[in-house]
């Protein structure tokens, strides 16, 4: 959502929410693989277990952001943040099992590997830059995140993996390529994904502005978002 001022889209703390953006993979053992501890992925994520699985971003709204949302800014952007990781997937993997299926593509664990690597390929070649701040807001935030504490250690380990992610940012071997996927298709994803979270989020927004906490079924409503 780069387009998008923070302030409109309701994000009081761009860091924490940037943070919030990796929170799902912190646990799950491929991303942070020296983290404390382990919480399985069916569970971060809100998904049922698939080799290519939808998260349900409507759940956790519902749950975090309507009836135990926190107050602080960082604690809300974290949350928001989060909720952008899992509504992100579920655009993505959605999309990519309409694409299996009208490839006639059988979904197993190679084809999974595959897209993986181009979706990895095409965040490196999209130039990101933003590096995340450890601050006493986002310890604190990280600590009272609702679904589960995330600890001051594995705070630290997520935002060094961050780091040496936008590190290599632009950093493509000549013998890259796509495997499964192409960049046409990527970029038109990532547009879909990109102008659906702006919406939802300066429909909240409007819902905020009028003293309300309004669900998922009413953003989708007011939005005219179809159900993933």
């Given at each position: 959502m780069s387009?998008h001022?923070?302030e409109?889209?309701?994000?009081?703390d761009p860091?924490?929410?940037?943070?919030?953006?990796?929170v799902?993979?912190i646990?799950v053992?491929?991303m942070?693989?020296?983290a404390?501890?382990?919480?399985?992925?069916r569970?971060?994520?809100r998904?049922?277990g698939h080799?290519?699985?939808v998260?349900?971003?409507d759940?956790?709204?519902?749950?975090y952001?309507?009836k135990?949302?926190v107050s602080t800014?960082?604690?809300?952007?974290?949350?928001?943040?989060?909720w952008?990781?899992?509504?992100?997937?579920?655009?993505y993997?959605?999309?990519?099992?309409?694409?299996?299926?009208?490839?006639?593509?059988?979904?197993d664990?190679g084809?999974?590997r595959?897209?993986q690597?181009?979706?990895?390929?095409?965040?490196?070649?999209?130039?990101?830059?933003?590096?995340?701040?450890?601050?006493?807001a986002?310890?604190?935030?990280?600590w009272g995140?609702?679904?589960?504490?995330i600890?001051?250690?594995?705070?630290?380990?997520?935002?060094?993996?961050?780091?040496?992610?936008?590190d290599a940012?632009g950093?493509?071997?000549?013998t890259?390529?796509?495997k499964?996927l192409?960049a046409?298709?990527?970029?038109?994803t990532?547009d879909?994904?990109d102008r659906?979270?702006a919406?939802?989020l300066?429909?909240w927004?409007?819902f905020?502005?009028?003293?309300q906490?309004?669900d998922?079924?009413?953003?989708r409503?007011?939005?005219?978002?179809?159900?993933?």
């Open positions: 387009a001022a923070p409109g889209l309701g994000i009081a860091n924490a929410f940037l943070f919030g953006s990796c799902p993979d646990y053992g491929f942070v693989p020296d404390i501890m382990r919480i399985d992925y569970i971060t994520h998904a049922a080799l290519v699985p998260p349900d971003a759940t956790y709204w519902d749950g952001m309507v135990r949302r800014e960082a604690g809300l952007s974290l949350l928001l943040g989060t952008a990781h899992l509504a992100t997937d579920a655009c993997n959605a999309r990519f099992r309409v694409h299996c299926k009208e490839h006639e593509a059988v979904i664990d084809l999974r595959r897209k690597s181009d979706f990895d390929l095409f965040g490196r070649l999209m130039g990101i830059s933003s590096h995340i701040e450890v601050n006493d986002l310890i604190e935030a990280a995140f609702p679904p589960y504490r600890l001051e250690e594995d705070v630290r380990r997520a935002i060094a993996v961050a780091d040496a992610i936008v940012s950093q493509v071997d000549e890259e390529g796509y499964e192409d046409e298709w990527l970029q038109d990532f879909t994904c659906q979270l919406q939802w300066e429909t927004q409007r905020e502005a009028n003293g906490h309004p998922s079924a009413q953003i409503e007011e939005a005219g978002l179809p159900r993933t």
